[in-house]
């Protein structure tokens, strides 16, 4: 994968955070600070996206007849079957 070098300006007080997260030892540099940033925006940027897939497509179906036991008791059941 290749690599591209970006030049950002923070606040001292960024940079003082960025410092301090490095400091602790869960990361080895800025660099790899930021790109944990990044990855967990993207994360949390396509979860949403899926989500608001979800629903749309419930929105789409329409109304239902079952009562919310009936419709818990089937994602209960659709859960299990999932995960065993």
Same mark, same amino acid.
């Given at each position: 994968?290749?690599?591209? +070098?970006?030049?950002? !300006?923070?606040?001292?007080? *960024?940079?003082?955070?960025?410092? @301090?997260?490095?400091? #602790?030892?869960?990361?080895?540099?800025?660099?790899?600070?930021?790109?944990?940033?990044?990855?967990?925006?993207?994360?949390? +940027?396509?979860?949403? !996206?899926?989500?608001?897939? *979800?629903?749309?497509?419930?929105? @789409?179906?329409?109304? #239902?007849?079952?009562?919310?036991?009936?419709?818990?008791?089937?994602?209960?059941?659709?859960?299990?079957?999932?995960?065993?």
């Amino acid at each position: 994968m290749s690599m591209q +070098r970006k030049i950002i !300006t923070i606040t001292d007080q *960024m940079e003082s955070w960025v410092k @301090s997260q490095v400091d #602790s030892g869960k990361y080895e540099n800025d660099s790899e600070y930021f790109q944990d940033l990044l990855r967990r925006d993207q994360e949390k +940027r396509e979860a949403e !996206t899926r989500l608001r897939f *979800m629903f749309d497509e419930a929105e @789409s179906s329409g109304i #239902s007849d079952r009562t919310p036991q009936e419709i818990w008791k089937e994602a209960e059941a659709r859960f299990a079957e999932k995960n065993g």
